[in-house]
């Protein structure tokens, strides 16, 4: 007995009916499988064991055709148990190494990333975009303008140098100004943008209670400057168009709703963080997902990395008859390839 308990013959012929479905995307009858599986069985006995697996819920059957679909379990059986991985197409795998080389500027690499996944594997690709780093306070300079108006220079980690002008609330001499600044910097530098304005706010309060007006407006001041929201996570789609070719009649409103899905980017990225959680490369079919709008289609992601610290998610999203035994590798070698330029 092979997986789930099926006869030897039974995987076997569930592989070949899915290769089939793969390949020519029409439903698969028993005449065309026993041709194709090669099996000295009579068809009797092939339309027998296509019956019991439909009764196990690994086909289905159209309405429009006396033959069978492989359904999101039989896809799944046929992932992890049944699937033969042929060798990675070798012009596919130049492709990669020559675009995802280590001296671009790694934002090059990472927002390339998705459409060379299109490229090679006929699918849409996603990558997410790591978030910047946490900002380290070097040093903060508070610079008068006209019209209580004051450019505040912001240096941050090692060398980057960020200009705001800020409104102030009440006026301040350019040596009070000075004087805040070099007060911050002595109490603060070094320390993550973040924590320095949840302790200017505690700072702003003692100064209220001892009635130093000038203080609490340079505090109030420097909040402001470093007052900017986190930004938001993002991940770039390419290859929509690769969906749009291999989408028949009946597909196109559920295309809509998928494209739909990617303007929303909330349950994608959703989905996306918990892949970054795990290790290796991850295989949802169909409502799998946890989302109903992917249920007739595949999601297929790897963690990238920068030296041994993940920083995003790269995959893609397809039809659930995707070559798998092309397209799992290509996904698993994209995200290593991209690991190493970013690491070096």
């Known amino acids: 007995m092979s997986s789930e308990g099926l006869s030897t013959r039974a995987a076997s012929l569930l592989r070949t009916l899915v290769d089939m479905h793969i390949r020519e995307g029409q439903p698969v009858g028993s005449k065309a499988l026993h041709v194709e599986s090669g099996l000295s069985v009579s068809p009797a006995t092939i339309r027998n064991v296509m019956s019991d697996l439909e009764e ?13 679909v492989p359904t999101a379990q039989g896809y799944r ?31 090059d690499l990472i927002a390339s990333a998705s459409s060379l996944l299109t490229q090679v594997t006929s699918q849409a690709g996603i990558v997410t975009v790591p978030r910047p780093k946490a900002s380290q306070l070097r040093q903060i300079e508070f610079l008068p303008l006209s019209d209580s108006r ?27 100004l000075r004087s805040a600044a070099d007060w911050i910097n002595h109490r603060h530098a070094g320390s993550d943008l973040s924590q320095v304005k949840q302790l200017l706010v505690g700072e702003m309060a003692q100064a209220r209670a001892h009635i130093d007006d000038h203080l609490e407006a340079a505090l109030q001041l ?8 986190d930004a938001p996570e993002e991940y770039v789609v390419a290859g929509e168009n690769r969906l749009l070719q291999q989408a028949g009649a009946d597909d196109m409103d559920k295309l809509r709703e998928l494209f739909d899905a990617f303007e929303r980017k909330r349950d994608l990225l959703e989905l996306l ?3 970054s959680r795990a290790d290796g490369v991850q295989i949802f079919i169909g409502e799998e997902a946890g989302y109903k709008v992917l249920g007739d289609y595949s999601v297929i992601t790897a963690s990238y990395a920068q030296g041994t610290q993940p920083v995003g998610v790269l995959g893609v999203i397809g039809p659930t008859r995707m070559a798998y035994e092309r397209v799992i590798p290509l996904v698993d070698i994209t995200a290593r390839l991209l690991t190493a330029a970013l690491s070096r």
Do not use: W
């Not at 196990?56 to 069978?68: D, E, I, K, N, V």
């Not at 049944?82 to 500027?105: C, K, V, Y």
């Open 273 to 275: 963080d918990r892949c």
């Open 77 to 107: 059986l046929f992932v992890d148990s049944l699937l033969q991985m042929g060798p990675i197409d070798e012009t596919a795998i130049q492709t990669l190494r020559h675009e995802l080389n280590p001296s671009r500027p790694s934002a």
């Open 150 to 176: 004051v450019l505040v220079i912001l240096v941050v980690n090692e060398r980057e140098v960020q200009n705001r002008v800020i409104e102030l609330s009440r006026p301040l001499s350019e040596a009070q």
């Open 56 to 68: 196990r819920g690994y086909l289905s059957s159209p309405h429009t055709s006396a033959g069978r």
């Open 222 to 229: 420097a909040k402001d400057a470093m007052d900017v929201e």
